[in-house]
Structure formats: structure tokens, C-alpha cells
């Protein structure tokens, strides 16, 4: 049974952080590319960053770059967003995907809120 188990999340003040995590269990996780979405209320989906499945570059939403580092460690088949400089608009829930080829897997989410 495939599993991406999103934590992390939380209640955060402007200029503050956090540090998303992602566990994965059923898939190899190793091969596939992984990636953090967010949606906040009223808008679409979009992706905030990506990690390949080897090596590679990392890929940032421009409203992040500088501020969001995403990694992974194949050995605990997890991936993590740190965020930081967090900012109001940076409110939405968090979503973790996992894709290789036309197979995606997605996360049930965890909210981040940045308000004082």
C-alpha cells in the first residue's frame, strides 16, 4: 500500500520557519522524482519545489527561491521543505507528491499557517 505521510505543519509568525517531512512507504522510493505542492484557499494547486530522483537539479517556484531548500534521504524514504522567512501568503496546505513516469502518488497534506 502506497503512503506519503506529510508533518510538520503548524502555526508560524512572519519571518519564522518550519520544517515539512514526508515519509514514503509502498514504492521504491529511491526512483522517483519528488516534489512539495501547496494550495491555499481560493487558488489552484502549484508546485513549490522538486528534487530528482538521482542526481540533478533542484527546482524552486519563484516566490520560494532563496527561502525553501528541499531534500531527501533515500535511506529513511523520506523528503523534507525547509522554509524559511516565511511569509503570510506563504499559508496553504502543503502537499507531498511522489511521480515516475505516468505513476504519481500524493499526500493528504499538512497546513501551514504564517500570521501573527
Known amino acids: 500500500q502506497v ?10 509568525q ?14 521504491t522510493f529511491s526512483r522517483y522524482a519528488m516534489s512539495w505542492y501547496r494550495q ?11 528534487i530528482p530522483s538521482a542526481t540533478g ?8 527561491k532563496e527561502r525553501f531548500t528541499i531534500s531527501r534521504d533515500n535511506a529513511k524514504n523520506t ?12 499559508t496553504a496546505v502543503y502537499y507531498c507528491n511522489g511521480r515516475l513516469g505516468f ?5 493528504q497534506g499538512t497546513p501551514v499557517t504564517v500570521s501573527s
Open 14 to 27: 512572519p519571518g519564522g520557519s518550519l520544517r515539512l517531512s514526508c515519509a514514503a512507504s509502498g514504492f
Open 3 to 12: 503512503q506519503l505521510v506529510e508533518s510538520g505543519g503548524g502555526l508560524v
Open 57 to 64: 537539479s533542484t527546482n524552486y517556484a519563484d516566490s520560494v
Open 40 to 50: 491555499a484557499p481560493g487558488k489552484e494547486r502549484e508546485l513549490v519545489a522538486r
Open 103 to 107: 505513476l504519481t502518488y500524493w499526500g
Open 79 to 90: 523528503v523534507y521543505l525547509q522554509m524559511t522567512s516565511l511569509k503570510p501568503e506563504d
